[in-house]
């Protein structure tokens, strides 16, 4: 444990699981970065609000620098923290309630979000439509699922997703869903692109351009999706917003040991990867969000409709 001696164990196993990649999708990583948050407050031994609170923020700490590029997970533990703040309880056993409370509500949100996303989403796939996805999306699973259980007979096209092979995960699930499923390299993505008839992916990030951020690769995709003239669609929820992009900055890309591609590399040779990349507005067709499919341009306009406190307090 080292330096972070005395913080909570379940965040340190939770966060480590998130670097590597034991929890991996945006969705998968906050849920369970609330979840430690929640058992953090939960097993806290502090009597003083003000002690409870500083557990707080050295469990957030700890959380924040699992993975780089994870906005979700970061609104969500600023949403909790914030709460905590402002509320006027001082007494830590009831502030450990009302943590709990909190934290039920917003996974109740991300489930509802979920659902419509799924709803929305799963209506532009028709019987027999052929459907690209890239990578490992829990929301893209979740809406080709409902499509099948809509009765909707179609088939999906999954790339494998290099240097980790997600893409595995994704044909696992869709496979155990009775979805009829094909496995491509990642670079096959434009051999394919003329017999598939939308492509949708997830998303770690949106920004304040309505640019999305989603596994490496996914620019590529968007590219090959726009010269084919195939619609490329964004599910995601609107809480992956990403805040400090509204402030001027980049969000941050996670660039991920080089071990991942190369275990044994000869000496000498650089290896680069990062882990996600940035799509442009212009390459997308839609994001389905739980607003319903809407246009990436008038993303900060529904951020700051919807979820104003994504901007407090940055
Ligand atoms: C996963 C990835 C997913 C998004 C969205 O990358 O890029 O498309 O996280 O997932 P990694 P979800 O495997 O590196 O985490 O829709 O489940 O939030």
Known sequence: MGENAGLNEFVLET?????HLEIQGARNVAIAAINAIKQAA???????????????MDAKAVLFVSRATEPLMRNAIRYIIQAVKSSNKT???ELKDFVSQVT????????????KIS?????????????LTHCHSSTVTNLLRKAKLDGRKFEVICTESRPVFQGRLTAKELLD???????????????????????????DAITSEGNIINKIGTSMVALAAKEA???????????????????????????????EIWNNPPHGLIVRNPAFDVTRRNFIHGIICEEGIMPPHSISELINRKYPWILEKI
């Open 15 to 19: 966060a480590e699981k998130i670097s």
């Open 91 to 93: 007494n830590v056993t």
């Open 104 to 115: 039920t509500l917003f996974l109740e949100r991300l489930e509802r979000s979920k659902d």
């Open 42 to 56: 939960k097993r806290s031994k502090t009597k003083q609000k003000d002690a409870f609170l500083n557990e707080l």
């Open 119 to 131: 709803s929305f989403g799963s209506k532009r796939i028709s019987n027999n439509s052929r459907v």
């Open 177 to 203: 869903s009775g979805i009829k499923t094909t496995m491509i390299v990642d670079s096959a993505v434009r051999h394919f692109m003329n017999e598939v008839d939308f492509v949708v992916v997830g998303a």
């Open 229 to 259: 003239r195939t619609p490329f669609y964004v599910a995601t929820e609107l809480l992956k917003f990403d805040p400090v992009t509204v402030l001027g900055d980049f969000g941050k890309i996670e660039e991920r040991n080089p071990k």
